[in-house]
């Protein structure tokens, strides 16, 4: 595998519904062939939480929610499991001074901790990255 890169939970649900298709978002997937992407151990939880949701609302099937996450499964994305309890305080303060939720802390808190770019849609978490010194990654 080539470089590493965090991935936040707005690109990869945009892999998951055709009205939320992007350049952006496709090519990160593409880059995906040569790369490894990081994501904290939250990821799972966002991921379900969308998909279930979009079942609830019939924008999804059940059965398109399990190819979904088997596809995910089979990208190289890498689960950092973190121990929360010793990153909370630090969570907390990236929360509340870049007005982040606690989820988008958390990939900006990971990309900082192992000096990566982040591959991010969401225009908050792309000001705190940049307000961190945090690079955007480029495609």
Not at 77 to 89: G, P, S
Not at 105 to 110: N, T, V
Request: glycine share 0%; proline share 2%.
């Amino acid at each position: 595998m080539g470089d590493f890169f965090v991935v936040d939970n707005s690109v990869v649900m945009s892999w998951c519904f055709k009205d939320e298709a992007n350049q952006y978002a496709d090519s990160v997937l593409d880059r995906l062939t040569d790369a490894t992407a990081l994501v904290p151990s939250i990821w799972a939880l966002e991921v379900i939480n969308v998909l279930v949701v979009a079942e609830r609302r019939k924008r999804i099937s059940e059965a398109d929610s399990v190819r979904f996450t088997t596809l995910l499964s089979q990208l190289p994305i890498v689960v950092e499991y973190e121990r929360v309890e010793l990153i909370m305080k630090d969570l907390l303060s990236l929360a509340r001074f870049h007005s982040l939720s606690s989820y988008d802390a958390s990939y900006l808190d990971l990309a900082m901790r192992k000096a990566l770019p982040i591959a991010t849609l969401d225009n908050r978490l792309i000001e705190a990255a940049t307000a961190a010194d945090v690079k955007i990654l480029q495609i």
